[in-house]
């Protein structure tokens, strides 16, 4: 019998153990309790994914963050499935790949159980989340609480409230604009935060006046998330966290007491009085719709700016051809995900995509390399305005998780440019001062954009 094909008992009864070798020890039994068809079975648990081309540690390095996509290809092109070191991690660059992930939720859990981080001496290790009903919300949340937590926010995302926004939204994107170009400032980083910020205190139903503190909350989310967080960051984000959670639970309790409005946080004070959901819970939902609605539409105004000031044909044509702005926002999307994958934790032991996974395992569902996969798309890497399908993209997500506020990210962006296009002649990226993104492994922000006016 060849020393690799140890006799096992059945893969849902016998647990592997994890070594540094990565792969997982598999008991032994006499000969008499051995069966042949036990064989397949040993080989498979054997077969773990290939590990991922490079090293672990590139995946967070200066030179990855600003420009993945060399990185996210070569994973791509490696195989739809690969190994991040000794991690446990497995990176999923391909379409088919991600989407039967995201079928499978009886193996593959949306709850946040751990995120990516930078070891030391260059290594990437697994920062180990704390489980509570406040944290599996919503885009974390597994069935049947995410259907319940989407249930209580749907009647306030509506097409018909959308659509009312709209000229509130234009008017603050013109004064944003409009205080940005009096004001002399080249960089465009702090006018992407504006609308967002305004939009989501609007939604949830917060004080106006409170929307400073809205901007910089919005931007606090995705930090968890990105990787490379020292302690001194840690400390910030229990402290901003905290402040958000407080301040978020008061407007809570005041919209319970309140006669009844159509703003997000009075639907989940209503989940609360209904007994659908705990105070903890909407709490939690109301902190992850800061960032979902913050930070993410933030970023695709950056990288939408950042596309048109490097392409001053492609700025014109939109200018003549304002109806073309939407098939553009969705190439951004496309092109450029706010978020650049989202994480799946290993529930129990399974295949997928022919490969090994056992719990712990956890999976980054890269977005951003399915949505620049060439047997999907031609001229992946260009912004084309004559798809067939603009919207065939994986940024908002697919299947029950599909992002909720997708309708009111595309009308926030539109908005923006087509104000901007109005309130400018032209504009360039400045040559002496490139643009920068945010230091996360996550979110694809730009912290920096300095814009040239002609």
Not at 321 to 350: I, M, N, Q, S, T
Request: aromatic content about 6%.
């Amino acid at each position: 019998m060849p020393p690799f094909l140890i006799p096992c008992k059945s893969i849902n009864s016998e647990p592997i153990i994890r070594h540094g070798s990565g792969q997982g020890a598999l008991p032994k039994f006499s000969a008499k309790s051995f069966h042949p068809t036990q064989y397949a079975e040993i080989v498979f648990r054997m077969i773990r994914a290939p590990s991922a081309p490079g090293r672990p540690a590139e995946l967070l390095e200066a030179s990855t963050i600003e420009d993945p996509h060399p990185f996210l290809r070569r994973v791509r092109e490696a195989g739809p499935i690969s190994r991040l070191g000794e991690t446990g991690v497995h990176l999923i660059a391909d379409w088919e790949g991600i989407l039967e992930v995201l079928d499978r939720e009886e193996d593959f859990s949306a709850n946040l159980t751990g995120v990516l981080v930078r070891a030391q001496q260059d290594q990437v290790g697994v920062f180990e989340l704390p489980a509570g009903e406040g944290t599996q919300v919503i885009a974390t949340a597994d069935e049947p609480r995410h259907a319940v937590h989407r249930r209580l926010l749907k009647p306030g995302m509506s097409s018909r409230g959308m659509a009312a926004l709209e000229p509130m939204m234009r008017d603050w994107a013109r004064e944003a604009i409009r205080d940005w170009l009096r004001s002399g400032a080249v960089d465009f980083a702090p006018v992407a935060e504006i609308l967002p910020a305004r939009v989501v205190g609007h939604l949830l139903g917060l004080p106006p006046g409170d929307v400073e503190r809205h901007r910089e909350w919005a931007l606090v989310g995705g930090e968890i998330l990105a990787g490379d967080i020292s302690a001194e960051k840690l400390e910030k984000l229990a402290r901003d966290t905290g402040a958000m959670a407080e301040y978020l639970a008061a407007h809570l309790e005041i919209a319970g007491r309140s006669p009844a409005r159509d703003d997000l946080l009075s639907g989940l004070a209503a989940g609360v009085k209904a007994g659908r959901v705990t105070s903890s819970e909407a709490t939690g939902i109301a902190l992850v719709l800061f960032g979902a609605g913050g930070e993410s539409t933030t970023a695709l105004i950056g990288s939408c700016m950042r596309l048109l000031a490097a392409d001053p044909g492609l700025c014109e044509r939109l200018r003549k051809d304002r109806g073309l702005v939407p098939r553009f926002v969705e190439e951004v999307l496309r092109l450029e995900p706010p978020f650049k994958f989202h994480y799946r934790a290993v529930r129990r032991e399974c295949e997928l995509m022919g490969y090994f996974l056992e719990p712990g395992d956890r999976l980054m569902l890269l977005w951003a390399a399915a949505n620049r996969d060439p047997e999907l798309f031609e001229d992946p890497d260009r912004i084309r305005l004559d798809r067939k399908y603009p919207k065939h993209h994986l940024s908002f997500g697919r299947g029950a998780h599909f992002c909720l506020g997708e309708q009111v990210a595309r009308l926030e962006v539109r908005v923006m440019l087509e104000e901007v296009l109005k309130a400018t002649r032209e504009f360039s990226l400045d040559p002496a001062s490139p643009p920068v993104h945010t230091r996360s492994i996550f979110v694809r922000r730009l912290e920096k954009l300095p814009i040239q006016l002609g």
